[in-house]
């Protein structure tokens, strides 16, 4: 099976979310990602609370956030992409 073809796995369907969300994923990579999420039932359930909280968080201005709370998470997701 060429990569091109190739079957996503959740893992990679997690790392690539941000991609999807933001339009930035190659059309192949686009239709592997959404033939994934169609069929594994997990990542269907993952990409839909990924929407909810988008449409949620998406209200919060960066002005409201406790003073070093954006720092906190940078780091927090740079050690866990790193594990």
Not at 2 to 9: D, G, I
Not at 22 to 38: N, T
Not at 40 to 46: A, K, S
Not at 73 to 79: D, K, T
Request: charged share 25%; proline share 2%.
């Amino acid at each position: 099976m060429s990569q091109a073809t190739a079957q996503l796995s959740c893992q990679e369907l997690v790392e690539l979310v941000t991609d999807y969300f933001e339009g930035a994923l190659s059309p192949d990579e686009h239709s592997r990602f959404e033939a994934h999420a169609e069929r594994c039932q997990g990542c269907g359930v993952y990409l839909d609370q990924m929407r909810v909280t988008i449409a949620l968080l998406g209200h919060l201005r960066a002005d409201r956030l406790p003073d070093g709370a954006e720092q906190e998470l940078l780091e927090a997701f740079r050690g866990w992409r790193s594990t």
